[in-house]
């Protein structure tokens, strides 16, 4: 008989995990909104770019122990020990050679790839690699742990610390840049702090698998295909801001961070269940008819509300730039609007790609992040002269557009799932999922 679909549990969790994203995301709103307003576009932008060289560090250095950790924990197939132990002496090696590339763009090339700022933001914006590196893997414990209420009090430390060291910023009216670079990376100290302090009582629980002294082999195999596609999603997350910032300046780039970042906030419904469903499907490794069945129901109901918030976002953006960022800001409502029909279809390649990573086959899911990296580039560099943020928006959401069709393809070839029952709600889904909630 297969397993239970577990809808109530994954509905549960998924809800308390998205509410969290939610008041995380609305934190780091204020956040960005405090920025953009007191220190003006240009800087907004600055700021931004400086937080990019930690983060394309993490990016390409953590080769995939995190989704590894993720996946062989939740499988039960290392024991949580096991996985700090070695995941620490990966941490400790990237550390040092993350450091050193770091310091090396920083010395030959900050003037040509990151036009405009400082090198003294680059060089404290590199300290926060190591800390946001291994905040990063000790939040995939908790993932693999299924522990999420844990996970998202992690992901509530962070903004909720900046904001307070930002708003002490604000009361001594100092508005120095450098300081809202310090202001981040106390937040990440004190979320990796609590996470670590959190993490000590599962380390000392000796039987939660069995302890393999090759799991760092393990890992890497694993851990590399999902890097690969980890790393080409995160260029093609980043191209646009980087690529704006290059043909049209930090002032660009600050009013069109403003459009991204407020659009993905439609992705937090998608990330909330990725985050519960990956250790979900790998826990159903042997039970393929319950994951054809658990998985296309997920990803056309995600991609359905998600929709609906578009909707939403689409008729309120204007006035609410407008009063929330002031009008120096209006430039990013072209370019918000044609991001969303990217953003919209990208919340079910989310859903889809998380199946494929619980099958063993990340490498699919690197293949599609290869071909819309190509797309990204390219038409960026086509469309951004031409038409400035907005070509830089169209640009974008063809890529996730390109990456949705990519993993419909590969997830319904690999399964034999039809393609509508990934894409459109049905008729009797109401009544079916009433149903599977009372049976669970």
Same mark, same amino acid.
Request: with cysteine; net charge positive.
């Given at each position: 008989?297969?397993?239970?679909?577990?809808?109530?549990?994954?509905?549960?969790?998924?809800?308390?995990?998205?509410?969290?994203?939610?008041?995380?995301?609305?934190?780091?709103?204020?956040?960005?909104?405090?920025?953009?307003?007191?220190?003006?576009?240009?800087?907004?932008?600055?700021?931004?770019?400086?937080?990019?060289?930690?983060?394309?560090?993490?990016?390409?250095?953590?080769?995939?122990?995190?989704?590894?950790?993720?996946?062989?924990?939740?499988?039960?197939?290392?024991?949580?020990?096991?996985?700090?132990?070695?995941?620490?002496?990966?941490?400790?090696?990237?550390?040092?050679?993350?450091?050193?590339?770091?310091?090396?763009?920083?010395?030959? +090339?900050?003037?040509?790839?990151?036009?405009?700022?400082?090198?003294?933001?680059?060089?404290?914006?590199?300290?926060?690699?190591?800390?946001?590196?291994?905040?990063?893997?000790?939040?995939?414990?908790?993932?693999?742990?299924?522990?999420?209420?844990?996970?998202?009090?992690?992901?509530?430390?962070?903004?909720?610390?900046?904001?307070?060291?930002?708003?002490?910023?604000?009361?001594? !009216?100092?508005?120095?840049?450098?300081?809202?670079?310090?202001?981040?990376?106390?937040?990440?100290?004190?979320?990796?702090?609590?996470?670590?302090?959190?993490?000590?009582?599962?380390?000392?629980?000796?039987?939660?698998?069995?302890?393999?002294?090759?799991?760092?082999?393990?890992?890497?195999?694993?851990?590399?295909?999902?890097?690969?596609?980890?790393?080409?999603? +995160?260029?093609?997350?980043?191209?646009?801001?980087?690529?704006?910032?290059?043909?049209?300046?930090?002032?660009?780039?600050?009013?069109?961070?403003?459009?991204?970042?407020?659009? !993905?906030?439609?992705?937090?419904?998608?990330?909330?269940?990725?985050?519960?469903?990956?250790?979900?499907?790998?826990?159903?490794?042997?039970?393929?008819?319950?994951?054809?069945?658990?998985?296309?129901?997920?990803?056309?109901?995600?991609?359905?509300?998600?929709?609906?918030?578009?909707?939403?976002?689409?008729?309120?953006?204007?006035?609410?730039?407008?009063?929330? +960022?002031?009008?120096?800001?209006?430039?990013?409502?072209?370019?918000?609007?044609?991001?969303?029909?990217?953003?919209?279809?990208?919340?079910?390649?989310?859903?889809?790609?998380?199946?494929?990573?619980?099958?063993?086959?990340?490498?699919?899911?690197?293949?599609?992040?290869?071909?819309?990296?190509?797309?990204?580039?390219?038409?960026?560099?086509?469309?951004?002269?031409?038409?400035?943020?907005?070509?830089?928006?169209?640009?974008?959401?063809?890529?996730?557009?390109?990456?949705?069709?990519?993993?419909?393809?590969?997830?319904?070839?690999?399964?034999?799932?039809?393609?509508?029952?990934?894409?459109?709600?049905?008729?009797?889904?109401?009544?079916?999922?009433?149903?599977?909630?009372?049976?669970?």
């Amino acid at each position: 008989m297969s397993k239970k679909l577990g809808l109530r549990s994954l509905l549960k969790s998924s809800t308390g995990t998205f509410f969290r994203q939610l008041l995380a995301g609305v934190l780091q709103l204020v956040v960005v909104v405090i920025i953009a307003r007191e220190y003006g576009p240009e800087s907004n932008g600055i700021y931004t770019m400086a937080l990019l060289l930690p983060s394309v560090l993490v990016t390409f250095l953590n080769l995939g122990i995190s989704p590894a950790n993720a996946y062989f924990i939740s499988a039960g197939k290392i024991a949580v020990n096991t996985a700090w132990n070695t995941t620490i002496n990966f941490f400790l090696i990237f550390s040092i050679v993350g450091l050193c590339l770091g310091a090396a763009i920083i010395w030959w +090339f900050s003037k040509i790839w990151f036009v405009g700022i400082s090198p003294l933001f680059l060089w404290f914006s590199l300290l926060l690699f190591p800390v946001s590196l291994l905040l990063s893997f000790v939040t995939s414990l908790f993932q693999g742990l299924q522990e999420f209420r844990v996970f998202n009090l992690i992901l509530l430390v962070q903004p909720i610390t900046t904001l307070i060291v930002i708003g002490c910023l604000q009361l001594l !009216e100092n508005e120095e840049i450098l300081w809202l670079l310090v202001a981040c990376f106390i937040g990440n100290i004190v979320a990796l702090v609590i996470a670590i302090y959190f993490l000590k009582p599962f380390l000392l629980d000796l039987n939660s698998a069995e302890i393999k002294n090759d799991y760092g082999a393990a890992a890497i195999k694993y851990g590399y295909k999902a890097h690969l596609s980890n790393t080409l999603a +995160f260029i093609n997350y980043k191209a646009d801001i980087f690529l704006v910032n290059f043909f049209v300046g930090p002032v660009g780039a600050g009013i069109y961070v403003i459009a991204v970042q407020i659009v !993905e906030r439609l992705w937090m419904i998608s990330q909330a269940v990725s985050t519960v469903l990956l250790p979900r499907l790998s826990e159903l490794s042997d039970d393929e008819t319950t994951r054809k069945l658990l998985t296309p129901i997920v990803s056309r109901w995600v991609v359905f509300v998600t929709f609906i918030c578009a909707l939403l976002m689409s008729v309120l953006i204007s006035p609410f730039i407008a009063y929330i +960022f002031g009008n120096d800001y209006l430039g990013s409502v072209i370019p918000l609007l044609v991001l969303l029909p990217g953003v919209v279809v990208f919340s079910s390649a989310r859903i889809l790609a998380n199946d494929l990573a619980a099958r063993g086959k990340p490498e699919l899911n690197m293949y599609a992040s290869a071909l819309s990296l190509v797309v990204n580039i390219s038409a960026n560099i086509m469309f951004i002269p031409k038409y400035g943020l907005t070509g830089a928006a169209i640009a974008t959401s063809l890529c996730y557009v390109s990456t949705y069709v990519y993993i419909v393809y590969m997830y319904c070839r690999l399964t034999d799932v039809a393609v509508k029952e990934v894409m459109f709600i049905q008729v009797p889904d109401m009544i079916k999922i009433k149903t599977l909630l009372t049976r669970n």
